[in-house]
Every structure is written in structure tokens, then in C-alpha cells.
């Protein structure tokens, strides 16, 4: 039996169009510094998918600097200026920021001063999706770019972090956008290159592959992929519902990603699901951690007040464009069956 990968919020597959561009951009050997005409092609191939990244990201007139991903974004962006935030962020993001803002247990996060602050446009855990506050410092788009229709410039934020494994580029490769003529100190120094603000030599092929997915992404967008995505997630949250009485589906009616379902069954410790579905062909997320071989719950399920059973019993099974109304009801049907043998031997 084939396995069926529910995990795109983690990563996605490369998408054909970034592979075809990524293979192109092989066989250029400029340097996109170099002024010769080796290195003026190699510059072109950047540009282009600067702009295509900046046209499917409603950025037009922004900046847009190239990082390795948003990881290397969030520091670039945060470091040094003690901004607030809340729990539910991205590990990427708390580890720069004041962690003072509360979140409700809808997963809403109160914005008290927007220019001070961070947020998170769309959870990659529970997939819940903020109201970014007018005149805020930094988003992390990273989850919902290419899976939400969002415009950097109705956004009202400063700065937002996006990265192209999220949306079927290669991983490696993510960017800042920025208002421009924002004032953004480098962390790498060297040759100056992204407008002096991310010194180093382009990742050219990652950034071609990146432009190629990104271009894609909004296609898909346009033709409207993942409101059938949002149909097959509501089929799969329904028919597990269906079966188990005890399961809490976390974020249910609210705004979400199209993709995500995350729930909690309490007492099932949710790596002993993702090591049973895993067995069973299924590749999903827990919403717990392993750190140092002890499992810790969910920061994310904890800062929306659930007890530390429950958040330590959640998993994430997030849905891409390539995902078939079988995998998620062969998904259902087999989780039921292990619910089921897990409640039998709790009793």
C-alpha cells in the first residue's frame, strides 16, 4: 500500500516548475556579482524570481532579501530589538522576542502596541490564522504564504519572514520583505550583497526554484486548489469526529489554514500516534516535542490553556494540492481502528 504524506506544514514536495528551474539555473557558472556577461545572466536569473516572489506575494514595491529561511529571517529581523510576542509562535521567532503577549484559547493573540510587537499570520501547528494589527513590526508568513490569498502590502506590517519549502520550493531558501527604505542592520557582513543587508554569494539555484514555486503557488491560489485542500480536511475532521467521541479538534470554527487539523485525544500521547500511523503508511506531525529524550507538551495547545495531558496528546495532519480524498478517509479509518485499541487497553 502506498504512503500518503500529510505533512506540509513541515515540508512539501518540490514542485516540477521549481525543479525545472533549479535544473536551468545548473548550468549557469556566474556569479550574480560579477559584471561580465556570465554574471549579469546569473544576476537576471535572481531578479526574475525576485519579481515573482514579489507579484505572488502581493509585494510590489517592497524589498524582498534573501535568506536561508525564515529562521535565519527571524533573526535578521529581530535581533537586537526586543519586540513582544506570544507562546504560540514559532520557535523561530520566541527565541527573539519578550514573551508577553496572551493568547485566548481560540488561539487569538492580543495586540497591545503593534510596533513593538511580532505575530504569526497563520499557525503551523493548529493552522489558526491572526488579524494582523495595522503598523505592526514583523509577520511570520511562513505557513500561510501560498496557502492563504495575502498582499505584503495591505498587511500594514513593517517586516513579514516567507520560505519556499513551505510552498513546493526547495528547502534553503527564504526571504525578508520589507517596507523599502527600512532600516535593517546586516548580520552577515561582508560583500554587501541583498542591498547590503545579507552578505554572501546568492543561493542561485535554491532562489530560481523559489521564484519558479512561488509563481506556481499563486496559480494554484488563483484556480482555486485549495478550497478543494479545505474540503478534504473538513471530510477528515468529520470522520473522525464521527468515530471518536473524546477527540478535540483544536481550532474548529475558526479562521484556519485550509490544510491543517490538529487534535487532541487526552491520554494518547500524540509521538505514540505519529509512530503508529507512521507504521501504517502515514507520515503526520505530533504536537508534542522530544528534547533530550523527554517529551515536553505543546508550548502552542499550553499558551491556549490546555492542560499538559491534552497538549501533550495532539497531532497535526496538514493536507497538500497532491492529497485525494482516499488518503484522508484511509487516514481516518485507519486512525479510528488504533483510537479504538488505545481506549480497549486504557480501560
Not at 20 to 34: I, K, R, T
Not at 62 to 72: L, Q, R
Not at 136 to 152: H, I, N, R, W
Request: proline share 4%; net charge neutral; hydrophobic share 45%.
Amino acid at each position: 500500500m502506498k504512503r500518503v504524506y500529510l505533512d506540509h506544514n513541515a515540508t512539501t514536495p518540490l514542485r516540477p516548475e521549481a525543479r525545472d528551474a533549479m535544473v536551468a539555473a545548473m548550468e549557469l557558472c556566474g556569479n550574480p556579482s560579477s559584471v561580465h556577461a556570465e554574471g549579469r545572466a546569473a544576476k537576471a536569473l535572481v531578479e526574475r524570481a525576485r519579481a515573482q516572489i514579489a507579484a505572488a506575494f502581493g509585494a510590489d514595491g517592497a524589498d524582498i532579501v534573501f535568506t536561508s529561511g525564515s529562521t535565519e529571517g527571524a533573526a535578521l529581523a529581530l535581533a537586537g530589538r526586543d519586540l513582544h510576542g506570544s507562546a504560540v509562535e514559532h520557535d523561530a521567532i520566541r527565541s527573539w522576542i519578550i514573551e508577553d503577549l496572551p493568547a485566548s484559547q481560540s488561539g487569538l493573540v492580543d495586540v497591545a502596541n503593534p510596533a513593538q510587537s511580532a505575530l504569526q499570520l497563520a499557525n503551523s501547528e493548529t493552522g489558526i490564522v491572526q488579524t494582523l494589527p495595522p503598523g505592526l513590526a514583523v509577520t511570520d508568513a511562513t505557513q500561510a504564504f501560498g496557502k492563504l490569498p495575502v498582499a505584503f502590502n495591505w498587511m500594514g506590517a513593517q517586516m513579514a519572514l516567507i520560505s519556499a519549502h513551505k510552498l513546493g520550493g526547495p528547502k534553503g531558501i527564504g526571504a525578508v520583505v520589507m517596507k523599502r527604505g527600512t532600516d535593517l542592520p546586516a548580520l552577515i557582513k561582508g560583500g554587501g550583497q541583498e542591498m547590503g543587508r545579507r552578505s554572501g554569494t546568492e543561493n542561485v539555484i535554491g532562489i530560481a526554484g523559489f521564484g519558479a514555486a512561488a509563481e506556481a503557488a499563486a496559480q494554484d491560489l488563483a484556480n482555486g486548489v485549495w478550497e478543494q485542500v479545505r474540503e478534504f480536511r473538513n471530510i477528515l475532521e468529520n470522520a473522525l469526529e464521527a468515530g471518536s467521541k473524546s477527540t478535540i479538534f483544536v481550532g474548529k470554527g475558526r479562521d484556519r489554514l485550509p490544510n491543517t487539523s490538529c487534535f487532541a485525544t487526552p491520554g494518547w500521547k500524540g509521538e505514540t500516534q505519529v509512530m503508529q500511523m507512521d507504521l501504517a503508511g502515514f507520515a503526520v506531525s505530533a504536537g508534542s516535542a522530544c528534547s533530550s529524550g523527554k517529551v515536553r507538551a505543546s508550548a502552542v495547545l499550553t499558551a491556549m490553556g490546555y492542560d499538559e495531558v491534552t497538549a501533550a496528546s495532539a497531532i497535526r495532519v496538514s493536507l497538500g494540492p497532491q492529497t485525494i480524498e482516499e488518503d484522508v478517509l484511509r487516514f481516518a479509518e485507519t486512525w479510528l481502528e488504533k483510537e479504538k485499541k488505545h481506549r480497549a487497553r486504557a480501560a
